[in-house]
């Protein structure tokens, strides 16, 4: 390992390159086929612009830090994570965008934004009442999805909705004590709701442990990658918690003024990667009893800023006539599952790509404006719940979807949408805490449906 501040020099990463060993392992890996490498699929049209759009966008984004605290042990660290929803106006934004130059005053008046902000245990920080850094964060994670109060008026926290999942997730593979590494307890259990203990050692167990994220807590080190797993659960149930609220307040009919921007693809990742089924079945409930009462499928979008698909879709768009790309403004594409492993990320399993942590499929989408945008649709109906297929009809909303794309690009970053720049810009930095997103909302729909909207 080098010193802090210490880096390779051309020479040893030349020696590396050159190394016999690293020709001998690449001559042994597989290279795709030139045939296939040079494929090139076909984009569809995107269906014709919808004349009406949802109103408001709410986008989540997340965040996290890890810093050094001084507590009078060696490394001690605690991990800052933070998630913001920013509610932006889309009719507002059209009013100031039809009579330019903007007034910045007037245009941050078209978001309003809100965070969730937790301090967890890191790396040798231990709370009074626990014995470890791991039970520790065990604890407060915990506390924190109790303590989440999104809705000033219903109260109802995010542990609620948590449960609500967690009530949806297989018994029949129980998993190991939170203590087997720390005491060596043997105890297997399906985790219940609330604050149970250990069948077997009688110690505390909270439901936030079939997450199983303390499973990645180091009590020595970084701990970035168990921040990291908190941040996206509690992206993707904050999306779960405002929709489970306004079904609690019989407000579902309304949600057609309102579409969802989730930072990333629709899917959850690592140990708790249960949460995607859990998540499936619980969206298309709510869909079903949207769709009764709207008449509209919900209309969520995941959207990825890097990573191989955003690559691939990239290397694809370039032709070999310069200046020339594959896809043209609005055209599209439905990636298959045949596409995904013979092209993006080689599989000869069986299994379709993703089907234990996705509860979306991916669409590459070349804008209006000419930005690509790698962008997931969840699965709202068993006849959705499929990536065989490229037939678009299966998607109702995916006109709709395209005509969003095509408003929200920004035009400030390179294939990217302003609310999601916007979401992150307050995960970074919480402007206003305490603030209430789904209230603000809740207020702002009815005045819609008043005026037309």
């Known amino acids: 390992m080098p010193y ?89 934004i059209g009013e100031l965008d039809a009579n330019r130059p903007v007034d910045p005053v007037e245009f941050r008046k078209t978001e309003q934004a809100a965070s969730v902000d937790a301090a967890l245990p890191g790396s040798n920080v231990v709370t009074r009442r626990q014995a470890s850094a791991r039970a520790s964060f065990r604890e407060e994670l915990y506390d924190l999805f109790t303590d989440i109060v999104v809705d000033e008026d219903d109260r109802t926290n995010l542990l609620s909705t948590y449960e609500a999942l967690l009530a949806l997730k297989p018994t029949a593979n129980p998993q190991s004590c939170p203590y087997k590494e720390s005491h060596g307890c043997t105890g297997e259990f399906a985790v219940s709701s609330g604050c149970t203990a250990c069948p077997i050692c009688g110690r505390p167990v909270y439901s936030t442990d079939a997450l199983r994220i303390h499973e990645r807590f180091r009590d020595i080190g970084t701990n ?113 599952d045949g596409y995904i492993k013979e092209r993006i990320l080689h599989s000869d399993s069986h299994k379709r790509y993703g089907e234990d942590t996705y509860f979306g499929r991916k669409f590459f989408y070349k804008a209006q404006s000419g930005a690509r945008i790698v962008a997931s649709i969840p699965f709202l109906s068993d006849a959705q719940d499929t990536i065989d297929s490229d037939d678009v009809s299966l998607y109702p909303q995916f006109a709709t979807v395209c005509t969003l794309l095509d408003r929200v690009v920004s035009s400030r970053y390179a294939n990217a949408v302003s609310p999601l720049i916007a979401a992150n810009a307050q995960a970074a930095i919480p402007l206003q805490l305490g603030s209430k997103v789904l209230t603000q909302l809740a207020r702002a729909l009815p005045g819609t449906a008043e005026n037309g909207g």
């Open 224 to 336: 970035g990658e168990a921040f990291g797993l908190v941040m996206q659960v509690i992206e993707r149930l904050l999306v779960i918690h405002f929709l489970r609220c306004f079904e609690r307040r019989r407000l579902l009919e309304r949600l057609t003024s309102l579409a969802f921007f989730i930072d990333g693809p629709l899917a959850a990742f690592g140990p708790p990667a249960w949460l995607s089924a859990a998540i499936s079945r619980e969206l298309k409930r709510l869909n079903q009893k949207a769709q009764a009462a709207s008449g509209q499928d919900l209309l969520i979008l995941g959207i990825e800023k890097t990573g191989a698909f955003v690559q691939h879709f990239e290397e694809i768009d370039q032709t070999e006539t310069p200046g020339q790309q594959l896809f043209s403004p609005r055209q599209y594409m439905l990636v298959t």
């Open 4 to 92: 802090d501040g210490e880096y390779a020099t051309y020479r040893p990463l030349h020696r590396i390159s050159e190394c016999q060993r690293v020709k001998g392992l690449l001559s042994r890996s597989k290279l795709l086929e030139a045939a296939r490498a040079t494929y090139a699929p076909e984009p569809a049209e995107a269906p014709p612009q919808v004349a009406t759009l949802p109103r408001f966008i709410l986008a989540v984004d997340g965040s996290y830090a890890e810093v050094d605290v001084k507590n009078g042990y060696p490394g001690a660290k605690v991990g800052y994570c933070t998630a913001a929803s920013v509610l932006l106006d889309l009719h507002l």
